[in-house]
């Protein structure tokens, strides 16, 4: 019986019966429907990439205010749409971390780390029909690097002191070494314009398997197969339909109606249901990625480190990663590194819930009267619930916590990186210095919690000139506990990725760098058609 139902999954994959045939001759031998479909899956891999279909995604993170120009990305929608149609030097290996070619075939560096080159692919087209050169690469990185650009890969690029040619080579010279280059370079915002989008960054153009076609900002967002597309390993379906679902209850009817195939961000006080949903399967990666509360060291009443640490100490982490999270995540420190990074700072005391001195700290701060949070539900999964819950523990410390609900479009441009305390998402860095020198250098455009701090910019500099992996490990221990002590990063869980697709997407990748498949996925899957 099973051999038959092999034999025809077999056959089901090339194409020469229909699904439904297939399920009723399974049936028919009293075969349970789920063991049927786990043969077609399996066939459906064997057989490899089907070529064709059109991929529905519904993403939250999406506004009306998104834009195409790659510097300006901020949420998921643009950066997911934007693995569609454009493409890095670099990208971060979803097995060990490591950096892997994409439009740069190989690199060197000199044994100080200060120069490095990059060899450029030949025979790659933008999408209108011009030739990708070194010096697209080049202006690309000079817009992204330049003082005066809105992009927030700045931060990781401020060191690069000069940008130059040789013949298929892109040179770059450091103000001083740094081992971590090619792994900076997988930065989302680094996608490769003609002339680095110096002409007109918001185009849309680049070197992706997909095209733009459509771009209706904080609605949908649609993308068909470039025909001169330069590799034939991704980039298997017809076409991509991002759709903004900024919902969650939108988001997962959906899914289950077949709406679409692919969502993100699901809450996680669903997953058990969603996982039991026919047809539906649950992505779930632990990742860097973290859920924050974010506070402005520079602006009143949060420029008091005792008040500052009053509100760290009134946070129960253990009980929001239960409640909010139902387990899916790790408990924070209050510094943005998980243990998934390489040299992760062993041995720093676990922050815990103390309302007794939460309560001593609040009383030696001098403030009095409630202290206003905004969240919203775009925040993080569960954000508006864990803001009443943070609301909650801090009565125990006698601290009043006041919620205000923002509404989702506009959070990102109105509320987060503008207002003093807030609750905010991180998906994480390639390395340590790239999430330090994002998010916490003094001059970072992301440094939302206005952190600035000499002694801890010179101590991030110094680590990633710094060659021996014991003395940077020392300085990056050191680096976390700086932000963890003194900073206003309130950090009570790494969360766990958690998508959800239809059984009829095959060619998921788990990738711990990002969510959906480190914002890939649409490039990666394809459709069995069965």
């Keep these: 019986m099973s051999k038959e139902l092999e034999f025809l999954s077999r056959y089901v994959a090339r194409g020469k019966l229909n699904r439904r045939d297939f399920l009723g001759r399974a049936a028919a031998l009293g075969v349970t429907s789920t063991f049927a479909n786990s043969l077609l899956i399996g066939a459906a891999r064997a057989q490899g990439p089907q070529k064709g ?59 100080d780390a200060m120069e490095w080159r990059f060899k450029i692919r030949k025979g790659v087209t933008f999408h209108n029909g011009k030739e990708m050169t070194p010096e697209d690469v080049a202006q690309t990185i000079r817009r992204h690097s330049d003082e005066a650009t809105e992009s927030a890969a700045l931060g990781v690029l401020r060191d690069i002191e000069d940008i130059s040619i040789d013949g298929d080579n892109v040179v770059f010279k450091l103000g001083s070494g740094n081992a971590d280059l090619p792994l900076l370079l997988t930065d989302y915002h680094l996608v490769i314009q003609p002339n680095g989008g110096y002409d007109d960054p918001s185009a849309g153009i680049g070197t992706g398997p997909y095209k733009v076609e459509v771009n ?43 709406q679409v195939h692919i969502i993100n961000r699901v809450e996680p006080r669903t997953v058990a249901l969603l996982a039991r949903m026919p047809g539906v399967h649950i992505e779930s990666v632990p990742s860097k990625g973290h859920y924050v509360f974010i506070m402005h060291c520079n602006t009143a009443p949060f420029d008091n480190a005792d008040l500052r640490m009053a509100l760290k100490l009134a946070i129960d982490r253990e009980q929001m990663v239960e409640q909010i999270l139902a387990g899916h995540a790790s408990i924070g420190n209050d510094f943005p590194i998980s243990p998934s990074y390489a040299l992760y700072p062993e041995g720093i005391e676990q922050r815990a819930y103390d309302p007794e001195q939460a309560a001593f700290h ?34 125990a410390a006698g601290i009043e916590i006041q919620v205000q609900r923002e509404p989702g479009d506009g959070y990102w441009t ?66 976390a506990t700086k932000v963890r002590d003194d900073g206003g990063l309130i950090l009570p869980m790494f969360n766990d990725f958690l998508d959800a697709r239809r059984e009829e997407v095959q060619g998921w990748v788990q990738d711990p760098n990002h969510e959906t498949s480190n914002l890939r996925a649409a490039t990666r899957v394809w459709l069995d058609q069965a």
């Design 53 to 111: 279909g059109d991929l529905r995604m519904g993403l939250q993170g999406g506004e009306s205010t998104n834009s195409l120009d790659p510097a300006q990305w901020l949420t998921q929608v643009p950066q997911n749409f934007g693995s569609t149609w454009g493409e890095l030097l670099v990208l971060q290996s979803p097995q060990d971390g490591s950096p892997q070619p994409v439009l740069a075939e190989s690199w060197e560096s000199s044994d």
């Design 216 to 258: 209706e900002p904080g609605i949908r967002h649609v993308a068909t197969k470039y025909d001169g597309y330069w590799s034939d390993e991704i980039g298997h379906v017809a076409s991509v339909e991002v759709v903004v679902m900024n919902d969650a209850t939108a988001r997962t009817s959906a899914l289950q109606s077949g």
């Design 362 to 395: 609040y009383k030696k701060s001098g403030h009095s009267g409630p202290v206003l949070l905004r969240t919203s539900e775009v925040a993080f999964p569960g954000a508006v619930d864990a803001a009443q819950l943070y609301q909650q523990q801090a009565q």
């Design 414 to 479: 109105e509320v987060w990186n503008a207002q003093p305390f807030c609750a905010s998402y991180w998906g994480g860095r390639p390395t340590q210095d790239s999430m330090y020198s994002t998010a916490y250098i003094t001059g970072a455009d992301w440094n939302d919690t206005r952190f600035f701090d000499e002694g801890f910019d010179t101590l991030i500099r110094t680590a990633r000139a710094e060659l021996d992996d014991t003395k940077r490990g020392e300085m990056y221990r050191e680096a």
